[in-house]
């Protein structure tokens, strides 16, 4: 046993110049004795690991447009102005609102959950968030318009609870017409009994859908407080009304009088006047009688003098 430990401790130098002293930190006093290098005994306290591994959202190289079914990139025919017009359209005609949230494939833009998942921690506790849909409150244009400032409402329920979470101000912005971004200033949700969680949002858009009212992009949310965590992916907002007119002018139908006239509407109507005396509108008219002036019959006359004598 001496001879070990007097072993143990002429190799422990040498030990340390060739690895460096960040090795001992996974080594207890019993491995350095019992010559334990390569395998540390692991404890059953070990804290887990908290760190999130964020990665850089990514920035499409082209947007993808869809309208009258076809779809190409809108860098060959389109303009920044014609992107920004077409989700103003969109947002527009389905306020208040709610768009469906999905994780989707970024080449197929197919959905592959109806949510998306956010790994987080609330306290100790390592669990997942999910966020399913969120509700457009809001939709005011900017005052340069050129951005578009919407209030909308996140869904967010972590643990089978649903988080009280404000309404979060978002900027929706086409910078150039292949750099489109939808970032909002945070929001705030209560997810533990102490303290408050800030959310924060950014969504590049890469994939516009106009007739089927789909938007497409990479994702990045992260949470901080109490409860913090996040993740990077790619998901799709799905509107239930697409991006063209809801109410479109309608055509009136040629010669309106003529065909009035032609089909006896007014003379109809003027018949049932003479007859009840009322009109469309509820006036009642009181009618006043007509005086007549016929010609007396002469031999009528005679005929009633002589009954009468």
Known sequence: MLRKFLLSLILTPAFICLSGCQVLRSLSVQD????NWDNPQQTTSEVPNKTFVATETKRPTSIVVCRSHQC?????SMSREYIFNSLLQLFDNNNYQRMLVCEADPQTHTCIENYITLPVYVGV????????YVKITDVIVGKK???LDLILNYN????GQVAECTPAKTLLFARTVDHVIMEDSGYNCKMTTVGIT???????????????GY???HYSIGLSGPAYGGNNNYMILRLPRNAYPLSPALKAPKNKAAENYSTGVIGNATKTIE??????GGVQIFPLAKKTNTPVDETTENTEEKATE
């Open 215 to 217: 938007i497409g992009g």
């Open 275 to 280: 007859k009840t005396g009322n009109y469309a």
């Open 145 to 147: 318009g050129a951005s």
């Open 125 to 132: 506790v390592p669990t997942k968030a999910y966020i399913d």
């Open 72 to 76: 190409a990139p809108a860098k060959l």
């Open 156 to 159: 967010l329920t972590y643990g």
């Open 198 to 212: 800030n959310v924060k949002t950014v969504f590049t858009i890469d994939y516009i859908d106009l007739d089927y």
């Open 32 to 35: 350095i004795i019992n010559g």
